[in-house]
Structures are given as structure tokens and as C-alpha cells.
Antibody, heavy 121, light 110 residues
Framework: QVQLQESGPGLVKPSGTLSLTCAVS?????????WSWVRQPPGKGLEWIGE???????NYNPSLKSRVTISVDKSKNQFSLKLSSVTAADTAVYYC??????????????WGQGTMVTVSS | QSALTQPASVSGSPGQSITISCTGT?????????VSWYQQHPGKAPKLMIY???NRPSGVSNRFSGSKSGNTASLTISGLQAEDEADYYC??????????FGGGTKLTVL
């Protein structure tokens, strides 16, 4: 069974770059899935950040596109998020999630446990 | 992109049915049958409950059902149980080749 695990610094300075990695276990990142990042500010709703296919094709939230880069490392079976020029508004729990193109092509069927990132000096 | 519109809260007694609405535009909810619903308990990751408007993944109770009319999708939970108390989020594909979530609805089982 596929599992996702986020990792990265829990504290990032304002104007810095937030960097997170999502490790995929129990399956291949090169299978027919899109891999997404979703975030949730404390006490607020979910916000989709972007997604990547193993080929490197990406789609991003238009409101975040200028600051977001999502990449894939097939050799390590993981994908990553970089969010630049962060402010306190980027403080959130960050989740990675899977979109199974075969069974659930238009939904997120597997989620990581989430990792809290705080932007503060 | 703007979040889909959901009621902030709904409530119901055990055994009753409730419906949560999710309103978007013709560029998202109304334009595609790609609406999904997620259940989130406090401190936990979201769980997929409904996909493609009205389909349930294996293992999800048939007390959960989804529908759509125009730019509004709905999630109905019948036979409310205490464990249904959670936050619920809708999501839709958009014409910008992106995904958008609703603001979330807190369900209270009285």
C-alpha cells in the first residue's frame, strides 16, 4: 500500500524559501499518478499548491505560480516543493497527496500525515 | 482562483440526514464532473469520501452520497453517526488546469 511522508524544516525565515520533500513508499513514483502539494493554514481550509507527473509535467495554483517550483526525483522515489519569498501567510500544515490516474483521476486518494511549517524570524 | 463556497457549519442529530453544499462557477464545478469530497478529523489528514461527483471509493459507507446541479455540488450524509463529526471539504477541477477546494464545513452531530 502506497504511503506518503513529508519532511523538511519546520521553521523558515520571512523572505526565505520553504523546501519540503515527500517520500513515496510502497509504490513507484513513476506509476500513473499525479503528485500534489496541498496546504492548510492553522484553523483554515485546504489550498491546492500544485502537482507533478513523473515525466516532469507540472500544474500550479495560479495565485502561487510565481513562487512555486515542484520537482520529482525518480531515483529517490520522491517529489519536492519549493516556495520562495515566504511570509507569515505561508505558515501552514503542508500535505503531499496522490491523484491516481487509473482509479481516481480527479481526486486525491492518498495523503501524507502533513508537516507544520512556520514562517517566523 | 477563488475558493468554492461552503456553509461554515451544519449540524444534525444521530440518525438524521444532512446536506452540505459547494457552490462554484461554470469554470469549475459547473464545467466538469470532477467534484470530490473529503472528510477531515482534527489533527488528521483529509480522507477521500466521494469522487467524480457521486462515486464512493471502496470502504466508504454508503451513507455518504454526492450529487451536482449546475454550479452547485452537494454531499449528503444519511443516518448520522457520532463519528461523522468532522470538517468536510469539496474540491473541483478548474478551467485553469488546477484544483480548487471549498472553504470547509464543520459538521456537528448533536
Amino acid at each position: 500500500q502506497v504511503q506518503l511522508q513529508e519532511s523538511g524544516p519546520g521553521l523558515v525565515k520571512p523572505s526565505g524559501t520553504l523546501s519540503l520533500t515527500c517520500a513515496v513508499s510502497g509504490g513507484s513514483i513513476s506509476s500513473s499518478n499525479w503528485w500534489s502539494w496541498v496546504r492548510q493554514p492553522p484553523g483554515k481550509g485546504l489550498e491546492w499548491i500544485g502537482e507533478i507527473y513523473h515525466s516532469g509535467s507540472t500544474n500550479y495554483n495560479p495565485s502561487l505560480k510565481s513562487r512555486v517550483t515542484i520537482s520529482v526525483d525518480k531515483s529517490k522515489n520522491q517529489f519536492s516543493l519549493k516556495l520562495s519569498s515566504v511570509t507569515a501567510a505561508d505558515t501552514a500544515v503542508y500535505y503531499c497527496a496522490r491523484g491516481d490516474l487509473i482509479r481516481f483521476p480527479n481526486a486525491f486518494d492518498i495523503w501524507g500525515q502533513g508537516t507544520m511549517v512556520t514562517v517566523s524570524s | 482562483q477563488s475558493a468554492l463556497t461552503q456553509p461554515a457549519s451544519v449540524s444534525g442529530s444521530p440518525g438524521q440526514s444532512i446536506t452540505i453544499s459547494c457552490t462554484g462557477t461554470s469554470s469549475d464545478v459547473g464545467g466538469y464532473n470532477y467534484v470530490s469530497w473529503y472528510q477531515q478529523h482534527p489533527g488528521k489528514a483529509p480522507k477521500l469520501m466521494i469522487y467524480d461527483v457521486s462515486n464512493r471509493p471502496s470502504g466508504v459507507s454508503n451513507r455518504f452520497s454526492g450529487s451536482k446541479s449546475g454550479n452547485t455540488a452537494s454531499l449528503t450524509i444519511s443516518g448520522l453517526q457520532a463519528e461523522d463529526e468532522a470538517d468536510y471539504y469539496c474540491s473541483s477541477y478548474t478551467s485553469s488546469s488546477s484544483w480548487v477546494f471549498g472553504g470547509g464545513t464543520k459538521l456537528t452531530v448533536l
